[in-house]
């Protein structure tokens, strides 16, 4: 199933919701002149071979149709601060919706804070308050390598996080935000202790009209976080489509980045709790006065969020291939290469729990990943 409408308005819309034309211009000329091209690339055709599957992992992103609930609220006597729902994007939005989040309770001496949920919004929740002078415990039934953040990507792309028709233009001015914030925050933890780096990305399309990440960054004005964007040959490239284009954006290792900032965490005196809340009612017995609700899709049952809804993944890993030192995007799949093996994707299966892997999806993803590419090894 291909990615659908989960990311962009238009930019004619944009314009209409009344944001200026300054914000959506792009800080870089997405065209560059023939004499600025970088040379080809060596591009290393993955090896697809069904014997070099490795695992194969599903997640459930936690995916709202009108985009992630980022708000302060009230339970009993507590300040309760919602930061959840961030679909296909978590990772990319973690940082700026986390300061965004910490930005809400800016008028309270800091003190005893709880954050609900251990995977990267919980723990960059919890690290952001931790740095402006909160002590914090986080309460959480799963903590990494057991979240649904270990199985992401993840490349810093905020896509499928929300329905073109369906956010509100208010909605579009946080996320645009939260992804600038987040953005500058993981070029600054570039580098093998927290697994983030610089990648170039290919963007294949068949036809004009399909929107590549470059079109979805358009037309929700963040087209200025992704570098480098330059329209490819295709015959200077293995690939088989006739639209290439490059751009360069992070890529985070999820496996390296949960456990390093959950370290952060304890050195600045972080505890963490594990504990399954069955209700709201649950939440409202904890000691502290401020809570963050961090749970993901858990905020579904916790606190009857039933326009959140499980947008099934499922990726399969092939062997570590250390020549292959790029990534791509086409229509709904994807490869990321990592140290951990080359993630293949993908599947965006709306209101789909199962967390089963599916040997199908399987056999389906490495065909249509294969096909591709015009030469192989
Ligand atoms: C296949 C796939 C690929 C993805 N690729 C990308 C990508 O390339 N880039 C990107 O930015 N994002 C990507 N994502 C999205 C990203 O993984 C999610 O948006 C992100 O992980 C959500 O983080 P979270 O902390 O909200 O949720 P989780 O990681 O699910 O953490 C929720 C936490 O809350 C706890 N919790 C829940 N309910 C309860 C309860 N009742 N009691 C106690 N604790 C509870 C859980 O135990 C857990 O600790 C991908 C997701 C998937 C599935």
Redesign the pocket.
Same mark, same amino acid.
């Given at each position: 199933m291909r990615r659908n409408d989960s990311f962009g308005i238009t930019r004619k819309r944009f314009l209409a919701a009344g944001l200026s034309a300054a914000a959506i211009l792009p800080a870089r000329t997405l065209a560059q002149p023939a004499s600025l091209q970088r040379a080809p690339a060596r591009l290393v055709p993955v090896k697809l071979d069904a014997g070099r599957v490795i695992r194969i992992v599903v997640?459930?992103?936690?995916y709202r149709r009108t985009g992630f609930v980022l708000r302060a609220d009230h339970l009993g006597d507590k300040l309760l601060v919602h930061n959840?729902g961030? !679909?296909?994007? #978590?990772?990319?939005l973690s940082w700026g919706c986390a300061a965004m989040a910490a930005d809400l309770v800016a008028d309270r001496s800091p003190q005893r804070a709880a954050v609900?949920?251990? !995977?990267?919004? #919980?723990l960059t929740t919890a690290r952001t308050l931790q740095d402006r002078g909160w002590t914090v415990t986080i309460?959480?039934?799963?903590?990494p390598p057991d979240?649904?953040?270990n199985?992401?990507?993840?490349?810093w792309?905020?896509t499928t996080v929300f329905a073109s028709d369906a956010a509100s233009t208010e909605f579009l001015e946080t996320f645009r935000r939260a992804s600038q914030t987040a953005n500058r925050a993981f070029q600054l933890m570039v580098g093998p202790a927290y697994g983030v780096r610089w990648i170039d990305t290919y963007a294949l399309k068949h036809v004009a009209s399909d929107r590549d990440e470059i079109d979805y960054a358009l037309s929700a004005g963040i087209e200025d976080l992704y570098a480098d964007v330059e329209t490819i040959a295709p015959s200077s490239t293995p690939f088989a489509t006739p639209l290439v284009r490059r751009f360069t954006t992070m890529q985070i290792a999820p496996n390296t980045f949960l456990p390093a900032v959950e370290r952060d965490f304890f050195v600045r005196g972080g505890r963490i709790v594990v504990?399954?809340?069955t209700d709201a009612a649950a939440i409202a017995s904890l000691d502290e006065a401020v809570v963050f609700n961090?749970?993901?899709?858990?905020s579904r049952?916790?606190f009857g969020d039933t326009e959140l809804e499980p947008v099934r993944?499922q990726?399969s890993i092939l062997e570590p291939q250390s020549d292959v030192d790029y990534a791509y995007v086409a229509e709904g799949l994807y490869m990321f290469p990592r140290d951990d093996g080359i993630v293949l994707?993908g599947t965006f299966q709306h209101g789909n729990a199962s967390l089963a892997p599916d040997l199908a999806t399987q056999r389906r993803i490495l065909a249509e990943h294969a096909a591709l590419y015009r030469t192989r090894t």
């Amino acid at each position: 199933m291909r990615r659908n409408d989960s990311f962009g308005i238009t930019r004619k819309r944009f314009l209409a919701a009344g944001l200026s034309a300054a914000a959506i211009l792009p800080a870089r000329t997405l065209a560059q002149p023939a004499s600025l091209q970088r040379a080809p690339a060596r591009l290393v055709p993955v090896k697809l071979d069904a014997g070099r599957v490795i695992r194969i992992v599903v997640g459930l992103r936690p995916y709202r149709r009108t985009g992630f609930v980022l708000r302060a609220d009230h339970l009993g006597d507590k300040l309760l601060v919602h930061n959840y729902g961030h !679909g296909g994007g #978590g990772f990319s939005l973690s940082w700026g919706c986390a300061a965004m989040a910490a930005d809400l309770v800016a008028d309270r001496s800091p003190q005893r804070a709880a954050v609900l949920g251990c !995977g990267v919004i #919980g723990l960059t929740t919890a690290r952001t308050l931790q740095d402006r002078g909160w002590t914090v415990t986080i309460y959480a039934a799963h903590t990494p390598p057991d979240t649904t953040s270990n199985i992401a990507g993840a490349q810093w792309t905020p896509t499928t996080v929300f329905a073109s028709d369906a956010a509100s233009t208010e909605f579009l001015e946080t996320f645009r935000r939260a992804s600038q914030t987040a953005n500058r925050a993981f070029q600054l933890m570039v580098g093998p202790a927290y697994g983030v780096r610089w990648i170039d990305t290919y963007a294949l399309k068949h036809v004009a009209s399909d929107r590549d990440e470059i079109d979805y960054a358009l037309s929700a004005g963040i087209e200025d976080l992704y570098a480098d964007v330059e329209t490819i040959a295709p015959s200077s490239t293995p690939f088989a489509t006739p639209l290439v284009r490059r751009f360069t954006t992070m890529q985070i290792a999820p496996n390296t980045f949960l456990p390093a900032v959950e370290r952060d965490f304890f050195v600045r005196g972080g505890r963490i709790v594990v504990r399954t809340f069955t209700d709201a009612a649950a939440i409202a017995s904890l000691d502290e006065a401020v809570v963050f609700n961090c749970t993901g899709l858990g905020s579904r049952t916790l606190f009857g969020d039933t326009e959140l809804e499980p947008v099934r993944g499922q990726l399969s890993i092939l062997e570590p291939q250390s020549d292959v030192d790029y990534a791509y995007v086409a229509e709904g799949l994807y490869m990321f290469p990592r140290d951990d093996g080359i993630v293949l994707g993908g599947t965006f299966q709306h209101g789909n729990a199962s967390l089963a892997p599916d040997l199908a999806t399987q056999r389906r993803i490495l065909a249509e990943h294969a096909a591709l590419y015009r030469t192989r090894t």
